[in-house]
Nanobody
């Protein structure tokens, strides 16, 4: 049974930074791609970033140059470093394992 638990969300001012973490329990972390999605109020869930088991990363155009996804296979953890945050980054951020597992999400609010 795989469980994904996100942490690190919160309230931050525009231009600030946050680092999200997603800790995975169970098997499969090191062999699966991992991703971060987000869902803003009234909008559909969208892909933010994804990292392969070989650490190749891809990003949504809206976060390129500001967000960085990384993974530590020894800790079964994937991270999302978010810099230069904007109000439009406000959303619930979800961790995803490519085997089909989702975390429950962590709320990021960017506001002054």
């Amino acid at each position: 049974q795989v469980q994904l638990v996100e942490s690190g969300g919160g309230l931050v001012q525009p231009g600030g930074s946050l680092r999200l973490s997603c800790a995975a329990s169970g098997s499969g972390f090191s062999i699966n791609a991992m991703g971060w999605y987000r869902q803003a109020p009234g909008k559909e869930r969208e892909l933010v970033a994804i990292i392969s088991r070989g650490r190749s990363a891809n990003y949504a155009d809206s976060v390129k140059g500001r967000f960085t996804i990384s993974r530590d296979n020894a800790k079964n953890t994937v991270y999302l470093q978010m810099n230069s945050l904007k109000a439009e980054d406000t959303a619930v951020y979800y961790c995803y394992m490519a085997a089909g597992y989702w975390g429950k999400g962590t709320l990021v609010t960017v506001s002054s």
